[in-house]
């Protein structure tokens, strides 16, 4: 227990290190954030660059990327310097330290000469631990010069994945900070970043000369996170039942594709009594920013977003993730999702699908300007989230599966788990579907094809004359909605394509003929009906604990109550003081004392001082007389 992984004797006999006070890592973990144990990697990526050598750190959101840099940065001589592609990111994490007590600053563009100036002083006097800029600042020749100046006692790149070309990020500013490397040959370097596939992670160590050994990896899963796919039914009451059923006063986000469905799911959210706030990049830089400010700054607010949102946001109490429409691959659905449940504490990734929607994203993909190749990807990473969608199997299982990762047993926390689907032998279903195509002449769309199964001599039916064709009425047996639900999987399965020509017609696929011939089956699945989803019964988290009577619930928000009037006062978002988690613990051990309130994971010995009496005396109150 008591091993320590470091080898003090060697440290201490480092000329830089000697000079600070000697402790370790474990001692600042426990003193300055109060947190009892490391998780995943840190610890041997800290051990790694406090001897001076570099790492690159690929973990999942919320994994503790951060730490695996500032506390490195408190233990050496020196101030770290630490590359954020976002404003926003930089202030939060700055906020989220000097509550910590810690000695950190950002420059960026929105400080003011007089303030930039009174930061450049701090550092020339040695006092700052932690610095933060924006990579085109610290590529400016005046910045490097002042650099020469400092003691630098770690470079750290954050989302490092920008560096790379293969990611989704790319940003030409991080390019040049392969020659930082060049110009502080020996000074350790710490590249973080949760999203990295094994071309970007290469590519992330070639530019940065990281060697193999350099490389810290942790798994991709976020067990907190319950993933839930819904077939598209009336959205918007779909999602507002879901908000009223199981997160009433939460915050979250809500992504959709268009700006107009942004602006009208938001004002429609507000007419039914819950705040909500919308944001993409039709909105002007301001409105942007105090939305974003809002959401931050505010608990329970519901912000409903395009993509333009989201990157670099890393408040942790963001308590669910719901997708109106498909994202556009796995990838993208992963790391949207990802930004619930940061703080470990149980969270939703919701989604609501329909075949429509794809029909529509293969359609803007088609008549986008792109190179072929690069609309051969995108179908392909599409069909990947189509098959996600449509899976009779652990979503996770799924999802991990296509990051490379193998999840032995169905995870138990998501919807297919919870409510385990029934399938059923769909192979005479299939096969009606796909004559009723092929005699139709491969033209039509859904509705149509369905309206000829079910018998209907509808106008058109009657005007091709397909109330004659062999397979009219054949396929009564089955609903409309259940039809439906046959052509989505067997789109799902590649047995059917849908034609993009604006119809959505129908097609086979090669890999019908051997179903429509007998000689393979298919399986579907039943669509669930929508159950009222059951209360958690386990905090799939572990650890986490989560108010559930009725005198808990009322000692949490007033807890809450206490961390946002303090917040305001300081003009920082709520979750820099304490985390729910932090919060939550409170109400489950009901501490008396400072003592026994300094073992509570996230009060270290600052936040103690600062904070420690206030909060005492919420829970004195609700536990004295109990209501
Ligand atoms: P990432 O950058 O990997 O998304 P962060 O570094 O922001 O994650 O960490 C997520 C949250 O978890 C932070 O609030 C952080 O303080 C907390 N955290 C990090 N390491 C630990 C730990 N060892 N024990 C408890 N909480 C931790
Ligand atoms: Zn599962």
């Given at each position: 227990?008591?091993?320590?992984?470091?080898?003090?004797?060697?440290l201490?006999?480092?000329?830089?290190?000697?000079?600070?006070?000697?402790r370790?890592?474990?001692?600042?973990?426990?003193?300055?954030?109060?947190?009892?144990?490391?998780?995943?990697?840190?610890?041997?990526?800290?051990?790694?660059?406090?001897?001076?050598?570099?790492?690159?750190?690929?973990?999942?959101?919320?994994?503790?990327?951060?730490?695996?840099?500032?506390?490195?940065?408190?233990?050496?001589e020196?101030?770290?310097?630490?590359?954020?592609?976002?404003?926003?990111?930089?202030?939060?994490?700055?906020?989220?330290?000097?509550?910590?007590?810690?000695?950190?600053?950002?420059?960026?563009?929105?400080?003011?000469?007089?303030?930039?100036?009174?930061?450049?002083?701090?550092?020339?006097?040695g006092?700052?631990?932690?610095?933060?800029?924006?990579?085109?600042?610290?590529?400016?020749?005046?910045?490097l010069?002042?650099m020469?100046?400092?003691?630098?006692?770690?470079?750290?790149?954050?989302?490092?994945?920008?560096?790379?070309?293969?990611?989704?990020?790319?940003?030409?500013?991080?390019?040049?900070?392969?020659d930082?490397?060049?110009?502080?040959?020996?000074?350790?370097?710490?590249a973080?970043?949760?999203?990295a596939?094994?071309?970007?992670?290469?590519?992330?160590?070639?530019?940065?000369?990281?060697?193999?050994?350099?490389?810290?990896?942790?798994?991709?899963?976020?067990?907190?996170?319950?993933?839930?796919?819904?077939?598209?039914?009336?959205?918007?009451?779909?999602?507002?039942?879901?908000?009223?059923?199981?997160?009433?006063?939460?915050?979250?986000?809500?992504?959709?594709?268009?700006?107009?469905?942004?602006?009208?799911?938001?004002a429609?959210?507000?007419?039914?009594?819950?705040?909500?706030?919308?944001?993409?990049?039709?909105?002007?830089?301001?409105?942007?920013?105090?939305?974003?400010?809002?959401?931050l700054?505010?608990?329970?607010?519901?912000?409903?977003?395009?993509?333009?949102?989201?990157?670099?946001?890393?408040?942790p109490?963001?308590?669910?993730?719901?997708?109106?429409?498909?994202?556009?691959?796995?990838?993208?659905?992963?790391?949207?999702?990802?930004?619930?449940?940061?703080?470990?504490?149980?969270?939703d990734?919701?989604?609501?699908?329909?075949?429509?929607?794809?029909?529509?994203?293969?359609?803007?993909?088609?008549?986008?300007?792109?190179?072929?190749?690069?609309?051969?990807?995108?179908?392909?990473?599409?069909?990947?989230?189509?098959?996600f969608?449509?899976?009779?199997?652990?979503?996770?299982?799924?999802?991990?599966?296509?990051?490379?990762?193998?999840?032995?047993?169905?995870?138990?926390?998501?919807?297919?788990?919870?409510?385990?689907?029934?399938?059923?032998?769909?192979?005479?279903?299939?096969?009606?579907?796909?004559?009723?195509i092929?005699?139709?002449?491969?033209?039509?769309?859904?509705?149509?094809?369905?309206?000829?199964?079910?018998?209907?001599?509808?106008?058109?039916?009657?005007?091709?004359?397909?109330?004659?064709?062999?397979?009219?009425?054949?396929?009564?047996e089955?609903?409309?909605?259940?039809?439906r639900?046959?052509?989505?999987?067997?789109?799902?399965?590649?047995?059917?394509?849908?034609?993009?020509?604006?119809?959505?017609?129908?097609?086979l696929?090669?890999?019908?003929?051997?179903?429509?011939?007998g000689?393979?089956?298919?399986?579907?699945?039943?669509?669930?009906?929508?159950?009222?989803?059951?209360?958690?019964?386990?905090?799939?988290a572990?650890?986490?604990?989560?108010?559930?009577?009725?005198?808990?619930?009322?000692?949490?928000?007033?807890?809450?109550?206490?961390?946002?009037?303090?917040?305001?006062?300081?003009?920082v978002?709520?979750?820099?003081?304490?985390?729910?988690?932090?919060?939550?613990?409170?109400?489950?051990?009901?501490?008396?004392t400072?003592?026994?309130?300094?073992?509570?994971?996230?009060?270290?010995?600052?936040?103690?001082?600062?904070?420690?009496?206030?909060?005492?005396?919420?829970?004195?109150?609700?536990?004295?007389?109990?209501?």
């Amino acid at each position: 227990m008591m091993s320590s992984v470091i080898d003090w004797t060697l440290l201490a006999a480092m000329p830089d290190f000697a000079t600070k006070a000697v402790r370790s890592p474990r001692q600042v973990l426990r003193e300055v954030y109060g947190y009892p144990s490391f998780r995943l990697k840190q610890e041997a990526v800290i051990q790694r660059v406090l001897r001076g050598g570099d790492a690159l750190v690929i973990m999942p959101t919320g994994g503790g990327k951060s730490l695996c840099y500032q506390i490195p940065a408190l233990l050496r001589e020196g101030v770290a310097i630490v590359v954020s592609p976002l404003i926003s990111l930089m202030q939060d994490q700055v906020d989220a330290l000097r509550q910590l007590g810690v000695q950190a600053a950002y420059l960026n563009s929105s400080l003011t000469r007089s303030e930039q100036r009174r930061i450049e002083e701090r550092l020339a006097r040695g006092e700052l631990d932690l610095l933060y800029v924006a990579p085109e600042r610290l590529m400016t020749d005046a910045f490097l010069a002042q650099m020469q100046g400092w003691t630098i006692a770690l470079i750290a790149i954050d989302e490092a994945h920008c560096i790379s070309q293969w990611g989704h990020d790319f940003r030409p500013e991080y390019l040049h900070l392969a020659d930082l490397r060049q110009r502080f040959p020996d000074v350790p370097c710490i590249a973080v970043t949760a999203t990295a596939d094994a071309p970007t992670r290469r590519d992330i160590q070639q530019r940065l000369g990281f060697a193999d050994e350099d490389l810290f990896i942790t798994g991709f899963d976020r067990p907190n996170i319950r993933y839930t796919v819904v077939v598209k039914k009336n959205p918007k009451q779909q999602l507002l039942r879901f908000l009223r059923s199981e997160h009433d006063g939460d915050a979250g986000i809500v992504y959709c594709l268009s700006r107009k469905k942004v602006d009208d799911t938001a004002a429609w959210l507000r007419e039914q009594g819950i705040e909500a706030l919308p944001y993409h990049a039709g909105l002007s830089a301001a409105e942007r920013q105090a939305h974003q400010d809002r959401f931050l700054r505010e608990e329970g607010l519901v912000m409903v977003a395009t993509v333009a949102f989201g990157m670099g946001i890393d408040k942790p109490n963001v308590r669910f993730v719901a997708h109106l429409d498909v994202p556009r691959s796995l990838e993208a659905y992963y790391q949207e999702t990802g930004r619930a449940g940061r703080d470990g504490l149980p969270a939703d990734a919701w989604m609501t699908y329909s075949l429509g929607d794809v029909v529509a994203m293969r359609k803007m993909l088609d008549d986008s300007a792109a190179p072929e190749a690069h609309k051969w990807t995108e179908r392909h990473k599409l069909n990947t989230i189509v098959g996600f969608c449509e899976t009779p199997r652990c979503r996770r299982q799924v999802l991990l599966n296509y990051f490379g990762e193998a999840l032995d047993a169905p995870c138990g926390n998501c919807d297919t788990c919870l409510n385990p689907v029934e399938t059923w032998d769909g192979t005479e279903a299939a096969q009606k579907v796909m004559s009723c195509i092929v005699r139709t002449g491969q033209r039509f769309g859904t509705a149509h094809l369905i309206d000829v199964l079910l018998g209907k001599a509808t106008d058109k039916v009657r005007r091709f004359r397909h109330d004659r064709l062999p397979t009219f009425g054949v396929g009564t047996e089955l609903s409309a909605t259940e039809w439906r639900s046959v052509i989505r999987q067997l789109v799902a399965a590649d047995l059917l394509a849908v034609e993009v020509d604006g119809y959505g017609s129908i097609k086979l696929t090669e890999a019908a003929v051997p179903v429509l011939k007998g000689a393979q089956r298919v399986e579907f699945r039943k669509d669930p009906r929508p159950v009222k989803t059951k209360k958690r019964a386990t905090t799939p988290a572990g650890e986490a604990f989560v108010p559930e009577t009725d005198a808990d619930k009322a000692l949490f928000d007033a807890l809450r109550d206490l961390r946002l009037t303090l917040a305001r006062d300081q003009g920082v978002p709520p979750y820099v003081i304490f985390h729910d988690s932090t919060l939550a613990a409170m109400v489950q051990h009901r501490p008396t004392t400072p003592a026994a309130l300094r073992t509570i994971s996230g009060i270290g010995q600052v936040k103690l001082e600062r904070y420690g009496d206030a909060f005492l005396q919420v829970v004195q109150a609700h536990t004295a007389s109990p209501a």
